[in-house]
T-cell receptor, first 108, second 120 residues
Framework: QKEVEQNSGPLSVPEGAIASLNCTYSDRVSQSFFWYRQYSGKSPELIMSIYSNGDKEDGRFTAQLNKASQYVSLLIRDSQPSDSATYLCAFLRGKLIFGQGTELSVKP | GAVVSQHPSRVICKSGTSVKIECRSLDFQATTMFWYRQFPKQSLMLMATSNEGSKATYEQGVEKDKFLINHASLTLSTLTVTSAHPEDSSFYIC????????????????FGPGTRLTVL
């Protein structure tokens, strides 16, 4: 079993819709969870960090963490074509443990 | 977010030469920096963890004598690819961990823009 599992993509949504990205993890100890966005040919960019159960909102992005279910998600509201990228979920255990990424495509 | 820079952004070299890549945290001090490598269409692969003032910790399978890491200050880490060969051609990305600030951003890790290495 992989330590971090993400939706197998690609995920395609129309412009203006809500994109939902999901991630499950195996570690019960980690307290720090992150979402990164990586455009093709570029390095990862941190878009959200979340440490407590519940929701954390930042602009159009909402991260949700459920430690009991070992689940973290990212919602992107009003998706834009510029959101098209690979989204990486990660948790911290000394070093970042990444999922394989979910490719999101937002169609105009 | 915090800013991490890398230099150079792109380098082409001949087989057998050495290449040095610099990674700087511009607006914060980073006791821990990380070096990753990414091949096209593949996941990020952690190569080593660099701690200021001490030896780097290399991931399994990464040759420490080939990939020399120096973290001489709280804002600078360097990766030297020694005797580079075509199979070392890749996208090298450094990252620095933010360990200060408020609880809402603790342990956030920021990536540099990457260095694309091509070995001919």
């Amino acid at each position: 079993q992989k330590e971090v599992e993400q939706n197998s993509g690609p995920l395609s949504v129309p412009e203006g819709a809500i994109a939902s990205l999901n991630c499950t993890y195996s570690d019960r100890v980690s307290q720090s969870f992150f979402w990164y966005r990586q455009y093709s040919g570029k390095s990862p960019e941190l878009i959200m960090s979340i440490y407590s159960n519940g929701d954390k909102e930042d602009g159009r992005f909402t991260a949700q963490l459920n430690k009991a279910s070992q689940y973290v998600s990212l919602l992107i509201r009003d998706s834009q074509p510029s959101d098209s990228a690979t989204y990486l979920c990660a948790f911290l255990r000394g070093k970042l443990i990444f999922g394989q990424g979910t490719e999101l495509s937002v169609k105009p | 977010g915090a800013v991490v820079s890398q230099h150079p952004s792109r380098v082409i070299c001949k087989s057998g030469t050495s290449v040095k890549i610099e990674c700087r945290s511009l607006d914060f001090q980073a006791t821990t920096m990380f070096w990753y490598r990414q091949f096209p269409k593949q996941s990020l692969m952690l190569m080593a963890t660099s701690n200021e003032g001490s030896k780097a910790t290399y991931e399994q399978g990464v040759e420490k004598d080939k990939f020399l890491i120096n973290h001489a200050s709280l804002t600078l880490s360097t990766l030297t690819v020694t005797s580079a060969h075509p199979e070392d051609s890749s996208f090298y990305i450094c990252s620095a961990r933010w360990t200060g600030g408020v609880e809402s951003s603790y342990n956030e890790q920021f990536f540099g823009p990457g260095t694309r290495l091509t070995v001919l």
